[in-house]
């Protein structure tokens, strides 16, 4: 197979033609590089040929900055070298507004996604999809690849009745697409029907994993500095829903977690009796620095994942849901929101998609094992015969 080719670096070809000499905005992050460590506005100036004019920021800002939950990022300005201004998608408003979108020909988007529903990237995408299909403004996409690969789903399917900004349409948690694929899905399913084009990534085996590709990881958000966390994002993501330590304010967030109240080695037994494939859970202690629990010792387990390609996250998380419930009762709980803009409904609904992760724990029935219906894990094919 050919060396792979994201979207950023095919500009110098034809596909982008259209776009030489054109006056455009860019929605991008310090992770849009190309295999040389260029920000995808040096390249799109210089090879491209484009004029960039603004620069629209995701959550976490242009500089991977901020943290998440509504750690909301100023407008501001960056030189180019010329200065142009750097309008904020997660500030007052998640929408471009019809004056930041004045005098450009095009709209670019370069971001690299991490391949799960509740990463906010694609929904931002949506929100410009829906400005710029108002005012008939083309839409170019840079693809990159899905870190996690397309061979995989897991999670079950949003329910429409919880949508958020961390979920706006009926997919799986990790729904293995890229973020010019399910850009285009959404596109139709949603019925914005904005002009928009993708460059798509050439050399690209759609079942390669990120170390497949060997490329260097650069962080797309302050708590994905490893790919290593990615793999286990898709369920562990949902520990922000309730009052276990994510690992958040460690060196590790997301492979880490816990709480103060945990006794790690029980913990540990519980669930490495379980089997998991792919996994294995290590007692830990530690200190976040910061978010819950910080400046207190904390008792968990890390996420060891040994088997990349037959760990599943979202089901793992499920069984340390219910390990946790099973020896801390009286000490497990739900956060309230708000959450990500959602105002009434609980945190963890939103994040797994439904009422049913929560109402099956707060079931006398539940025991260590979530049900099938709940850890949703099919092939790709499958949710795609689905969703047809």
């Not at 950023?8 to 310090?30: H, K, T, W, Y």
């Not at 090879?47 to 900055?65: D, T, V, Y």
């Not at 993708?198 to 790919?227: A, F, Y």
Request: net charge negative.
């Amino acid at each position: 197979m050919s060396e792979l080719r994201i979207g950023l670096e095919r500009v110098q070809e034809s596909c982008f033609d259209p776009m030489r000499g054109a006056q455009i905005g860019l929605v991008m992050n310090q992770a849009s590089v190309d295999r040389s460590f260029r920000y995808s506005y040096d390249v799109l100036a210089a090879e491209g040929g484009a004029k960039i004019r603004a620069i629209f920021s995701p959550q976490h800002g242009l500089w991977g900055e901020e943290q998440a939950n509504m750690i909301e990022t100023p407008h501001g300005h960056t030189r180019l070298p010329i200065e142009v201004p750097v309008f904020s998608l997660y500030s007052e408003t998640r929408r471009p507004a019809p004056k930041m979108l004045e005098g450009l020909d095009a709209l670019v988007i370069d971001l690299q996604d991490v391949g799960t529903r509740i990463y906010t990237y694609i929904w931002t995408i949506t929100h410009c999809l829906e400005e710029c299909a108002a005012r008939r403004l083309p839409v170019v996409l840079l693809d990159r690849p899905n870190p996690l690969g397309g061979g995989v789903v897991e999670g079950p399917v949003l329910d429409p009745a919880f949508q958020s900004f961390v979920g706006r349409a009926p997919i799986p948690m990790r729904h293995g697409l890229t973020l010019g694929e399910l850009s285009s899905r959404l596109n139709r399913s949603m019925g914005i029907h904005a002009d928009l084009t993708v460059i798509e990534c050439t050399g690209l085996d759609k079942n390669s994993l990120w170390p497949d590709l060997k490329r260097d990881w650069i962080m797309t958000s302050p708590n994905m500095q490893r790919w290593e966390t990615v793999v286990v994002y898709p369920g562990q993501v949902l520990l922000e829903g309730a009052n276990l330590s994510e690992g958040r304010g460690t060196t590790l967030p997301f492979e880490f977690c816990g709480a103060p109240w945990i006794d790690p080695f029980r913990l540990a037994d519980v669930l490495n009796e379980q089997q998991l494939p792919g996994v294995s859970f290590r007692p830990v202690k530690f200190r976040p620095t910061f978010d819950k629990w910080a400046g207190q010792s904390c008792g968990g387990v890390a996420f060891q994942v040994t088997d990349v390609h037959a760990f599943r996250s979202y089901s793992a998380t499920l069984h340390l849901f219910a390990a946790v419930k099973s020896l801390y009762p009286r000490d497990f709980d739900w956060l309230p929101p708000p959450y990500e803009y959602e105002r009434i409904k609980p945190p963890i609904d939103i994040l797994s998609g439904s009422s049913a992760l929560r109402e099956w724990l707060a079931s006398e029935s539940a025991g260590l094992v979530p049900p099938m219906e709940l850890i949703g894990d099919r092939s790709a094919q499958a949710w795609a015969r689905e969703s047809e």
